[in-house]
């Protein structure tokens, strides 16, 4: 037999760039939803996550090779604009 424990039931879940704290049963519930409306995460077909590997190295070798002394302003939003670059060839 399972006793409830106060406070003990809550999972942090992210939610966008936020978090909230939901129960066990809310989570399972969610699971059970996006099986019945076959909601799944999708990752890149293989080439397509290889050719954005290469892409991705061969610009940072370049960058490296020819811009060594890049100020770190620009280095960070080069990261941001690689990872925005990512998450849009999964959609």
Known sequence: MAIARA???QF???RGVGAEF???V???ADVVNNLLQGVHLRGLDP???VLAMAALAIAGGGLRLF?????A???RLLLVACLLFYLALTC
């Open 26 to 28: 809310e989570l399972h």
């Open 7 to 9: 406070g003990k039931d």
């Open 67 to 71: 811009r060594p002394a890049m100020p």
């Open 22 to 24: 939901r129960h066990g």
């Open 73 to 75: 302003l620009w280095r």
């Open 12 to 14: 942090r879940v992210r």
């Open 47 to 49: 080439w397509l996550q």
